[in-house]
């Protein structure tokens, strides 16, 4: 019995673990990460984080029910779980770069916003000190190394982006490829025992000639595979001659003008009610015997004698 080309091993999460334990870890991962980030970014006012935060949120709830969709894993629902990590891990990237770009026009806010909040710091520390006798101090310039800051966190921000679009793609390709491969082992049982669940197989319905024809042989069979490069299909051919001989194709109707109706036997019909019941598919004869033409002619039962006409012998074809 033909069982089919066998599937190829499954891919290996990070090069090391099954694939189905590397998705429920990357679940986990990113429920536990995703909330933090979404913790930390309710703390801010700022609309920009706050959406951050929305955003980490949804990855994080989607991969809770992660972890419960591979616990179960059922092949549609790993499928519909890849769709959703694919959604939310693009929501959070893009929502990622637009914060980045943000923090790089905004400059001069961070510029201001870093000098006020480190000379309030220091004038509310001098007060307490110096008990509200502070000196004449002018806190607008930068003592406080606010632009080496903004330069620093640019930095890091741009390499957490790399960083977090490096891992949170490769990740939810990892759970998409598992969806795959739940489904290409779903696709083989099926060929190996869908024949079981197949209609009008043992029932006394007629099958259509090419349902019949593309059916292999047994009831215990299934439907063909598609087409393999693994699979050699032998067709009884004769093996490729390395000849460059042309080889034509034949032809009924080649084969019918090369022949004058002198050389060829006719039988006609003369009438219909002189048709043979048995014989419903007239033929016309060349000269070596074969059949060259099917059409519908005469029935061989009524011969018009006076359109025999014998072939002339050729000299090399008499006896001596």
């Known amino acids: ?53 929305v955003a980490n949120l949804i990855l994080s709830l989607v991969s809770i029910g992660g972890i419960v969709v591979l616990i179960t894993n059922f092949g549609p629902y790993v499928h519909t779980l890849s769709h959703a990590i694919f959604v939310s891990v693009f929501i959070v990237l893009v929502d990622t770069f637009v914060n980045v770009i943000l923090f790089i026009t905004s400059k001069a806010d961070y510029y201001n916003w870093c000098i ?6 220091i004038r509310q520390n001098l007060n307490t000190t110096t008990n509200g006798s502070i000196p004449t101090f002018d806190f607008s310039n930068d003592y406080y190394n606010c632009h080496s800051l903004w330069e620093d966190e640019l930095k890091f921000g741009i390499i957490f982006y790399i960083l977090l679009f490096a891992f949170y793609a490769y990740w939810a390709l990892c759970i998409y490829s598992y969806s795959l491969v739940l489904r290409g082992y779903a696709a083989e049982m ?14 006394g ?51 019918q003008s090369a022949v004058t109706p002198q050389d060829s036997l006719q039988v006609p019909f003369f009438a219909d009610h ?41 000299e090399e074809d008499g006896y001596y």
């Open 274 to 314: 002189q048709k043979d019941s048995q014989f419903t598919i007239g033929f016309r004869l060349g000269p070596d015997g074969n059949i060259i033409d099917i059409e519908n002619a005469s029935s061989p039962t009524f011969v018009d004698h006076k359109q025999l006409k014998r072939k002339p012998v050729k």
């Open 1 to 53: 019995m033909y069982s089919g080309p066998m599937l190829p091993p499954p891919p290996k999460c990070c090069g090391c673990l099954p694939l189905r334990l590397g998705c429920s870890m990357i679940c986990l991962i990113w429920a536990g990460f995703s909330m933090y980030m979404a913790v930390l970014s309710f703390q801010n006012s700022s609309s920009p984080t706050t959406v951050f935060g």
């Open 116 to 121: 006020n909040t480190s000379s309030n710091a």
């Open 205 to 255: 319905v007629a099958l259509p000639p090419n349902a019949i024809l593309n059916t292999p042989a047994g009831a215990g069979a299934g439907p063909f595979l598609p087409n393999d490069r693994s699979v050699i299909v032998l067709n009884n051919a004769k093996p490729k001659s390395k000849s460059t001989k042309r080889i034509d194709t034949f032809s009924f109707r080649k084969k």
């Open 190 to 203: 099926d060929y190996r025992f869908g024949s079981a669940n197949m209609p009008m197989m043992n029932s």
